[in-house]
């Protein structure tokens, strides 16, 4: 079965501190690779997606993200953070193949905290 | 662009009784899906629809839940009876097609709180 599993839980960092997340997934076959974030009271929206190319995708405000095939990894970076990243993020990963349905697998988060 | 929407936002009930969720993709996507959020994990699809067809079910615990997307746009989820273990925050997303790349647009969730 397809699992998904975020390394950090609780992430608290000062204004322009770089940030990495990580993000490891359980599947033996090709996956489709997902950042979701969800800002304080607002509701779960694509940071940045990999399905197949280049393995360093970059998304929206900044971040990027890149995919190690051999370590099964999609980790998030920022080089330098805002206090309007504070939010939620969240890896997920899709099996890609026309017999799979494209139901997402997510993590179980990581709330990320940025002291101004 | 309207995103999807989803109503109530909150919803307190007791254990036993019945509750319905309502969802409203966004316009002319195809595919929409049910996922539960308990407090401190990620979401768990529940159920997919591709128009008004079911795709995947595998984990919705049909002796108590129930999803319905009659004329393949807004869908209703129930849950009757409820129970304390199904306090959550229940989300809808949508995407135009099946296409695994599609990227998932979540509406706002409903709050569900089981006393």
């Known amino acids: 079965a397809q699992s998904v599993s975020q390394h950090n839980h609780h992430v608290i960092l000062s204004e322009a501190a770089s940030l990495e997340l990580g993000c490891n997934y359980s599947y033996g076959g090709t996956v489709n690779l997902f950042w979701y974030v969800q800002y304080p009271g607002q509701h779960l929206q694509l940071l940045l997606k990999y399905f197949s190319g280049d393995p360093l995708v970059k998304g929206i405000k900044g971040f990027e993200a890149e995919f190690i095939k051999s370590k099964f990894s999609f980790n998030l970076r920022k080089p330098s953070v805002q206090w309007s990243d504070t939010a939620e993020y969240f890896c997920a990963v899709n099996a890609a193949g026309s017999s799979n349905t494209g139901k997402l697998i997510f993590g179980q988060g990581t709330t990320l905290q940025v002291k101004p | 662009e309207a995103g999807v929407a989803q109503s109530p936002r909150y919803k307190i009930i007791e254990k036993r009784q019945s509750v319905a969720f309502w969802c409203n993709p966004i316009s002319g996507h195809a595919t929409l899906y049910w996922y539960q959020q308990i407090l401190g994990q990620g979401p768990k699809l529940l159920i997919q629809?591709?128009?008004?067809?079911?795709?995947?079910d595998s984990q919705l615990p049909k002796d108590r839940f129930s999803a319905e997307r009659l004329k393949g746009v807004d869908s209703t989820l129930k849950i009757q009876p409820a129970k304390l273990e199904d306090s959550a925050v229940y989300l809808c997303a949508s995407t135009p097609t099946r296409n695994r790349g599609d990227t998932q647009y979540f509406g706002p969730g409903t709050r569900l709180t089981v006393l």
């Open positions: 629809f591709q128009n008004n067809g079911v795709v995947d």
